[in-house]
């Protein structure tokens, strides 16, 4: 979303015409709402991930207004992201009587672009702003929109072109400015992007957009300090309508592994601004998985709309519910999220496999869990993680099965390293002289990795002193 877009959808205008359009879908009077106001309740739906009110809206607006060039735009523009949907959206588009309105043109180049690719688009786009040479400020705005229409489909180096030419047409054009350290940013510049943003922001000290940005390549330079710096300066400035800035900072604590700072930022965001992105609710899910508030953490994650998300964050939010499930001891739901991680790779991945007998014996059901570690086809590396869950979650019988399987492996790295578990396999199992003949091997031929494994259980002593220990006390 962009500063703008924010911005106008917190004006009292549009909060009353929202708030008019809902009382009357909710059965109150019938109000009269031009197309345009229509268009922009609509966009405030989408914006807030509620795709099917959006829908009804601009039903609704077509229904009123069958020849406005707004709600035409909205509907061509949902065909055109839809994956079949592009010739239904170039024929809406071919419908619309105004070709020349802006934004009809910046449709027909995204058109352009998803059915030709960027050459010609960029052809299109540069023959429409040559058209507004006698009205400068005009062709400034329609440069600088082109230049981020491109890069929301990943153009970046065609973006800061455009971005340049904005510059070009206005040095001082403050948006132009930071779209372009913004673009630098994207392209991994991240030093040069802070130079250009402190350089400008010593012209401009009280430009929030600058300071969120530099704030932002903070983040991404894991300069965390610095980021929650640079968004308490932005907030400084405009505390009332400033949501990016406060989630900047939610990420960086965050990432500073401050989850319950993150957490109590996350609810101030939700208190002033609801939840109008995926982002406050990823964060805020993540902290939440973190401080063991599983409950919490689930309503969060599962109202996050993933269809915009990319696979990355996807896999992420699966992730995270499955762990939340399988910690509130709910196995199905877990292996169900876990398997959306893997999507397709779910029938052949041996990790998934791993990790579903995790879940299960997790939720102690043994047998469940069992049944999926047979599947794996077994390498050293594989039988040890089984049998080191298995020992963790002291189902003794089995991880001692695996640990004497690899331990009549030639290898006598991985010997040694099975010898601590063996002998404490034993000792659970009741067989004390096994436990003993273990203890000694492990103590005398891997002292450190015995120490890393058991050395908890012989508190302030050395692995040479386990045995005879051992020996004396039951």
């Known amino acids: 979303m962009r500063n703008e877009d924010f911005s106008f959808f917190q004006n009292e205008e549009f909060q009353q015409h929202l708030k008019d359009y809902e009382n009357m879908m909710n059965g109150g009077d019938k109000v009269y709402f031009d197309a345009e106001a229509l268009t922009d309740i609509a966009e405030y739906y989408v914006f807030h991930n509620e795709p099917e009110k959006a829908e009804k809206c601009i039903g609704y607006a077509l229904t009123v207004h069958p020849d406005a060039v707004d709600p035409l735009i909205f509907k061509a523009r949902q065909y055109m992201i839809d994956e079949n949907g592009l010739e239904k959206a170039i024929s809406l588009c071919n419908l619309i009587t105004d070709q020349n309105d802006r934004e009809v043109v910046f449709l027909?180049?995204?058109?352009?672009?998803?059915?030709?690719?960027?050459?010609?688009?960029?052809?299109?786009?540069?023959?429409?702003?040559?058209k507004l040479?006698?009205?400068?400020?005009?062709?400034?705005?329609?440069?600088?929109d082109v230049s981020y229409i491109l890069q929301d489909y990943g153009l970046l180096d065609q973006a800061m072109k455009w971005a340049q030419w904005?510059?070009?047409?206005?040095?001082?054009?403050?948006?132009?400015?930071?779209?372009?350290?913004e673009l630098l940013m994207g392209l991994g510049y991240h030093d040069e992007?802070?130079?250009?943003?402190?350089?400008f922001l010593d012209e401009n000290p009280y430009s929030v957009r600058l300071w969120n940005l530099l704030a932002n390549n903070y983040v991404i330079e894991d300069r965390l300090n610095d980021a929650i710096e640079a968004a308490d300066f932005s907030l400084a400035i405009n505390n009332d309508t400033n949501p990016w800035?406060?989630?900047?900072k939610i990420r960086a604590f965050f990432y500073l592994e401050n989850y319950e700072?993150?957490?109590?930022?996350?609810?101030?965001?939700?208190?002033?601004?609801?939840?109008?992105?995926?982002?406050?609710?990823?964060?805020?899910?993540?902290?939440?998985?973190?401080?063991?508030?599983?409950?919490?953490?689930?309503?969060?994650?599962?109202?996050?709309?993933?269809?915009?998300?990319?696979?990355?964050?996807q896999q992420q939010v699966n992730l995270q519910l499955s762990t939340a499930y399988c910690f509130l001891r709910q196995p199905e739901q877990a292996v169900d999220y876990l398997g959306r991680v893997y999507g397709d790779k779910v029938q052949s991945s041996e990790e998934y496999l791993i990790q579903k007998g995790y879940i299960y014996l997790e939720c102690n059901d043994e047998e469940k869990?069992?049944?999926?570690?047979?599947?794996?086809?077994?390498?050293?590396?594989?039988?040890?993680?089984?049998?080191?869950?298995?020992?963790?979650?002291?189902?003794?019988?089995?991880?001692?099965?695996?640990?004497?399987?690899?331990?009549?492996?030639?290898?006598?790295?991985i010997k040694k390293s099975t010898y601590a578990?063996?002998?404490?396999?034993?000792?659970?199992?009741?067989?004390?002289?096994?436990?003993?003949?273990?203890?000694?091997?492990?103590?005398?031929?891997?002292?450190?990795?015995?120490?890393?494994?058991?050395?908890?259980?012989?508190?302030?002593?050395?692995?040479?002193?386990?045995?005879?220990?051992?020996?004396?006390?039951?």
């Open 133 to 144: 040479n006698d009205d400068p400020e005009e062709k400034e705005m329609f440069v600088n």
């Open 421 to 474: 578990y063996i002998s404490f396999c034993y000792k659970a199992l009741g067989n004390r002289e096994k436990f003993l003949e273990y203890l000694k091997r492990a103590c005398d031929e891997a002292p450190g990795i015995t120490k890393n494994a058991i050395g908890s259980f012989f508190q302030n002593m050395e692995p040479d002193e386990y045995y005879e220990y051992a020996c004396n006390h039951e």
């Open 166 to 181: 904005t510059t070009e047409l206005d040095p001082k054009h403050e948006h132009g400015q930071a779209h372009q350290c």
């Open 108 to 130: 027909r180049g995204e058109l352009i672009l998803r059915e030709k690719g960027e050459e010609e688009a960029e052809a299109f786009f540069r023959n429409e702003a040559e």
């Open 245 to 248: 800035a406060l989630m900047i």
């Open 369 to 413: 869990a069992l049944e999926s570690f047979k599947q794996v086809t077994l390498t050293p590396a594989k039988e040890f993680m089984i049998a080191s869950m298995l020992y963790d979650h002291r189902k003794y019988e089995p991880a001692l099965e695996h640990l004497l399987a690899l331990e009549k492996l030639d290898d006598e790295n």
């Open 261 to 313: 700072k993150a957490h109590e930022l996350s609810e101030e965001y939700f208190q002033k601004y609801g939840c109008f992105e995926n982002y406050s609710l990823l964060y805020d899910g993540l902290s939440l998985v973190q401080m063991e508030k599983y409950e919490e953490a689930i309503g969060k994650l599962k109202r996050i709309n993933q269809s915009v998300l990319d696979h990355e964050e």
């Open 193 to 199: 992007a802070v130079k250009r943003l402190e350089s």
